[in-house]
């Protein structure tokens, strides 16, 4: 399923349970690229957009296709695992855009932290990372089962845990897990997680 898809999906089954924050809430989508996910999706249906990724040329890119569409956005240029910018308790609803997968070791540690920190109390965190073993013969080479770790020039630089070990992890983050999906692919699965502060 397209991550689009899988997007929608997510949003209308938050709804349906009645997660889903009210319109013009705040929502911050990690990882946000060039802002046509998530932040995309969100704004369009009236939601307050805050984005952010460590490349400069995303949030440009996402400034830019907001601006193009007549669309407010706020995008920042950051780290996940540190976001002093954002006050505690800022965000009704965190969206992950595929970025913890992208997070080694207490990195992970971190930003699951600050998430914790920004979120309201009883507001929704949604997960949406690449999980488990890769499934091509290259990036499984490149892959140590251990760690979880894919490895290009010999560092690691993707987390691939079992969709239950991500679950793990929210836990003593100070998250209560309220659903969970495996989307299977022919490359890699793909989890999403949804839990509450």
């Known amino acids: 399923m397209p991550q689009a898809a899988v997007i929608r999906t997510t949003l209308m089954w938050l709804e349906a349970v009645q997660l889903l924050p009210p319109l013009l809430a705040r929502m911050l989508e ?12 969100m704004a369009k249906r009236g939601f307050e957009i805050h984005g952010i990724d460590i490349s400069h040329v995303a949030i440009d890119w996402a400034r ?8 407010i956005g706020n995008f920042h240029h950051g780290d996940v695992r540190s976001m002093p910018f954002f006050s505690n308790c800022f965000f009704d609803l ?6 913890l997968h992208c997070l080694i070791g207490e990195g992970r540690d971190r930003c699951l932290r600050e998430v914790r920190r920004i979120l309201r109390p009883r507001g929704v965190f949604v997960v949406s990372s690449m999980c488990g073993a890769p499934k091509s013969e290259d990036a499984l080479r490149h892959f140590d089962p251990a760690t979880g770790h894919l490895r290009k020039d010999g560092k690691p630089y993707r987390t691939l845990k079992a969709k239950e070990s991500i679950e793990a992890e929210l836990s003593p983050a100070g998250f209560r897990l309220v659903c969970s999906s495996l989307n299977v692919n022919p490359w890699w699965d793909h989890a999403t997680i949804v839990c509450t502060h």
């Open 30 to 41: 990690l990882g946000c690229g060039n802002g046509m996910s998530s932040s995309y999706l």
């Open 94 to 99: 965190v969206f992950d855009g595929s970025c």
């Open 64 to 71: 830019e296709r907001f601006a193009q569409e007549n669309i």
